[in-house]
């Protein structure tokens, strides 16, 4: 079945610096990537969504990418913030039967003042 | 608009003993999710309502784990009996969509389990 790699597990950055987070996919016919945060009790809220049509979305800060030959797929958060300190999850979409996200393990971002 | 609602927010039982969740999705929402999620990973979806009909449990451990969804609005996840493995977070998430996946899936705020 679908398998969602996330690296790294942990990332510390210092404020105002940029934070990558990468994940790579099995499945060639997942069309659908988003990526989502948690913050410490809550649930997952989605940042930012990528379709297998484009390349690149931009969303202020929050950028994501995504390369359908490789099967990988990146966050990138530029001029990071405290408030950016949460674990980050990447899914994909596979399409096979019905329809569902398999996610990635996680990643642990602190934003270090 | 109101996000989605989940009961209880914790829960602390003995192994063996049986648990029910609660979730009250997006009104509209047509498609409807139960995710685990065990410490220090991902989601891992367990079962997935298109309205008040099964599209996916496939990953649902039938033999102690059940969920309905009678109506198309509320559901209900339980556990019975409950063994320590389950201890996790339950996530109940729902999307507009009828095809489930493509529209953004909004997720409560979850059930944090403990099992001892």
């Known amino acids: 079945g679908e398998n969602v790699e996330q690296h790294p597990s942990t990332l510390s950055v210092q404020e105002g610096d940029s934070a990558v987070i990468k994940c790579t996919y099995s499945?060639?016919?997942?069309?659908?990537f988003p990526w989502y945060k948690q913050e410490l009790g809550k649930g997952p809220q989605l940042i930012i969504d990528?379709?297998?049509?484009?390349g690149e979305k931009k969303d202020q800060r929050i950028a994501v990418t995504l390369n359908k030959t490789a099967k990988h797929f990146s966050l990138h958060i530029t001029e990071t913030q405290p408030e950016d300190s949460a674990v980050y999850f990447c899914?994909?979409?596979?399409?096979?039967?019905?329809?569902?996200?398999?996610f990635g393990q996680g990643t642990r971002l602190t934003i270090n003042p | 608009e109101a996000g989605v609602a989940q009961s209880p927010r914790y829960k602390i039982i003995e192994k063996r003993q049986s648990v029910a969740f609660w979730c009250n999705p997006i009104?509209?929402?047509?498609?409807l999710y139960w995710y685990q999620q065990i410490l220090g990973q991902g989601p891992k979806l367990l079962i997935q309502?298109?309205?008040?009909?099964?599209?996916?449990d496939s990953q649902l451990p039938k033999d102690r784990f059940s969920a309905e969804r009678l109506k198309g609005v509320d559901s209900t996840l339980k556990i019975q009996p409950a063994k320590l493995e389950d201890s996790a977070v339950y996530l109940c998430?729902?999307?507009?969509?009828?095809?489930?996946?493509?529209?953004?899936?909004?997720f409560g705020p979850g059930t944090r389990l403990t099992v001892t």
């Open positions: 899914a994909a979409r596979i399409i096979q039967g019905a329809q569902k996200l398999v």
């Open positions: 990528i379709r297998s049509n484009v």
């Open positions: 998430a729902s999307s507009p969509s009828l095809a489930g996946g493509q529209n953004e899936q909004y």
């Open positions: 309502f298109q309205n008040n009909g099964v599209v996916d």
């Open positions: 499945d060639s016919a997942s069309n659908y």
């Open positions: 009104s509209g929402h047509a498609t």
